[in-house]
């Protein structure tokens, strides 16, 4: 037979033991009637202190350049674009020349503007997940507020580039992992090398 509220009151429980572990006085107390306890504290003096999150911990997207600003991996193909679910990635581009041509940096077309709006990005990460190129990534820094909803939280191409070597930094394992998918990816359409040419016997 089933009991109703049986699972109010355990919850109710949890609250009251959570409550009793905050204070030196009640971890005594629930140790005293036998309950074990632990160190209920869980919040911290923030900003004067700041919490160390996982590496996995995720907030908004960044662009990933390899060794300088313009060197992108973006080729603006707006794949990222069309899968985000609240919209908030707007791409123009590839960049053209005056006959309609695709202009390249170091090989690879790129966008001439891209932005997202922080202010609706719902942090999913499906544009990291849906990139074939491993041009975005996820940030952890999460301290953006603004009295201007339009002005500040909306991040151009400049505000969104991070280096490779900050990605590597922030999230060390993810990082390996892109860098391998990213070498096999090279060692695939790098040319294959010349077999070396023995030398001539009779030229010698």
């Known amino acids: 037979m089933t009991i109703l509220g049986v699972g109010v009151l355990k919850g109710l429980g949890v609250t009251l033991k959570t409550f009793l572990e905050t204070y030196p006085w009640g971890r005594v107390l ?3 009637v036998g309950i074990p306890s632990a160190n209920g504290l869980v919040t911290i003096q923030y900003p004067d202190e700041r919490q160390q999150h996982s590496e996995r911990f995720r907030y908004f997207p960044f662009l990933v350049y390899d060794k300088t600003p313009d060197d992108l991996r973006c080729v603006s193909c707006k ?3 069309q899968e985000c679910p609240p919209a908030c990635i707007h791409i123009v581009g590839p960049a053209k020349d ?6 390249k940096a170091h090989g690879r077309t790129y966008p001439v503007k891209f932005d997202i709006d922080m202010a609706i990005c719902m942090s999913c990460r499906i544009c990291v997940d849906v990139c074939p190129f491993d041009a975005i990534e996820m940030d952890n820094q999460y301290e953006f507020a603004s009295p201007d909803r339009f002005g500040r939280l909306v991040f151009d191409k400049q505000q969104l580039l991070k280096s490779a070597e900050y990605f590597k930094q922030i999230k060390p394992s993810e990082a390996a992992e892109v860098d391998a998918r990213l070498a096999a990816k090279q060692a695939k359409t790098a040319p294959p090398a010349k077999p070396a040419v023995p030398p001539n016997p009779s030229s010698a």
């Open 98 to 103: 005056e006959q309609g041509r695709p202009l």
């Open 30 to 32: 629930l140790r005293a």
């Open 79 to 81: 794949i990222c674009e």
